[in-house]
T-cell receptor
């Protein structure tokens, strides 16, 4: 069964510093991978997606992620953190074996320090 | 395009009472999902519809939860009777289908069971 693991339930960075949120996936077939962001009292909003085209994917708000098959990773980065980036981030994999079920990681809460 | 609409936004009930949530997906989206998100966790799939048929309800506690999607558009999720552990945010999402298509989420309904 496909799954995702997010390392670090809480990450703190200083404003202007690099943001790195880690996601590793488990899949026996080429996966579809997604990063979502959730602000307080809101639903999840798509940041970016990987669908087997370019391995470096650019998303909204200056975020990008790189698909590395050899490491089974899809880490999310942003060169310079902004206060408005404080939120919870979820990595998700889409089951491509039949049901097209989306499986979410446990999330990483990003805190941005002034 | 209009997003996924959910109501109510908040609901407080006592244990053993019943409650219903409503979801209107994005127009034309064939696939509809209900997720349960307990505080501090990632979304957990409860049920997935393709048009008005159920694709996956393996994690739906069927002794107390029920869901329907009439005419392949709107959907309702019901809990009867509610337990304390049902306190969570219930998220509805829709997708147009297709291998790489992402989920589009509503803002959710926050349920508190006292």
């Amino acid at each position: 069964a496909q799954s995702v693991t997010q390392l670090g339930s809480h990450v703190s960075v200083s404003e202007g510093a690099l943001v790195l949120l880690r996601c590793n996936y488990s899949s026996s077939v080429p996966p579809y991978l997604f990063w979502y962001v959730q602000y307080p009292n809101q639903g999840l909003q798509l940041l970016l997606k990987y669908t087997s085209a370019a391995t470096l994917v650019k998303g909204i708000n200056g975020f990008e992620a790189e698909f590395k098959k050899s490491e089974t990773s899809f880490h999310l980065t942003k060169p310079s953190a902004h206060m408005s980036d404080a939120a919870e981030y979820f990595c998700a994999v889409k089951d491509t074996s039949g049901t097209y079920k989306y499986i979410f990681g446990t999330g990483t809460r990003l805190k941005v320090l002034a | 395009e209009a997003g996924v609409a959910q109501s109510p936004r908040y609901k407080i009930i006592e244990k053993r009472q019943s409650v219903a949530f409503w979801c209107n997906p994005i127009s034309g989206h064939a696939t509809l999902y209900w997720y349960q998100q307990i505080l501090g966790q990632g979304p957990k799939l409860l049920i997935q519809f393709q048009n008005n048929g159920v694709v996956d309800d393996s994690q739906l506690p069927k002794d107390r939860f029920s869901a329907e999607r009439l005419k392949g558009v709107d959907s309702t999720l019901k809990i009867q009777p509610a337990k304390l552990e049902d306190s969570a945010v219930y998220l509805c999402a829709s997708s147009p289908g297709g291998a790489g298509s992402p989920l589009h989420f509503g803002n959710g309904t926050r349920l508190t069971v006292t």
